[in-house]
């Protein structure tokens, strides 16, 4: 143990040989300020580790009674349903937070939480899982200078209209709404002017919400996944999508027939990405006019839609002689979200 006293990082990635490792292995590395175990299932880890700075691990219980000030990235993935202890609001040198399946429960620990000192440092959190909108604003409102964050939020049924204000440097959002029976899911408002990359899964958009996103100046990526729209139409509107360079299209399960775009949209794009848009009538014309655009990618549309694409590709390469301009048309029998990563 005295040898191990000085050891300062510690990486395990190998998970057959470490299935039901325990923490207190752990106890006698007092000096310990990297334990990557990323890919490591461990039954449980209760901190005494006061100089760890980096900890990534597998597990089904985490604690920090100790409270371990020093650490700045923190990976955890839930081998179950998992609740983040109190305690985590204590790390207030905390700068990157990857938390998969983890949550924020019980009305205790949001009192706890609201009673907490904020966040300061943290500039991503990934992937925890909010029980509604409201869990989502207090912790937001505990991360005030939040640069990305990926998150999914259960119990939509519950906030409809629900305005959440999102730090005003956040840069990269990622939401994915988790509900168990169809709705008319209504969104909340996205107000982030430095917002650059934007990814909404499951949500149902009305017009005001599209042209919401469309006067987002600096956004340069959006993906709709699984997008439904009101009354199956999206009008994109002059000077809409100013700097937007990447357009990822996921159609939902309510039809998407109709896309009109002004002649002044889209001025940057550079790369359109249509999947499941098997209803859509045609990518609207004004596409094989915006000199900026490199390529068009159609998987799983319809044969309007692939002709469509064809088409633009021709208006591209002979009336601008866009020779390098790129068409991909795919049919795929296996779909899976996991085809469709940013």
Known sequence: SSCLSHVVSIILHNNRLSVGLDSHIFHSVKFLKVLDMEFTR?????FDLVYLRYFAAETSHFSNKAGCRELETLK?????EMSLPI???????LRHVDISDCSFTSEIAKELIENSKDLHDLQTLSTPCFSCAQEAEL???????????RCKVRGVDYFQCYVLNFPSQIETLKIHLSYTRDTETIPFCISAPNLTNLTLKNFYLYHRHLSEIGSLQNLQVLSLKGISFQTCKWEVRDDEFPQLRVLKLHAGKVHFKDWSVADDAFPNLERLVLRDCKFLKEIPSWFGEISSLKSIEVRNCNKNVDKSASDIRETQVEDYQNSKFEVFITRENNKSDSDYED
């Open 42 to 46: 461990i039954n449980s880890f209760s």
């Open 76 to 80: 955890l993935k839930s081998l179950s």
């Open 87 to 93: 305690t985590l609001w204590e790390m207030d040198k």
């Open 139 to 149: 912790i937001l409102r505990k991360t005030p200078n939040l640069l990305e964050l």
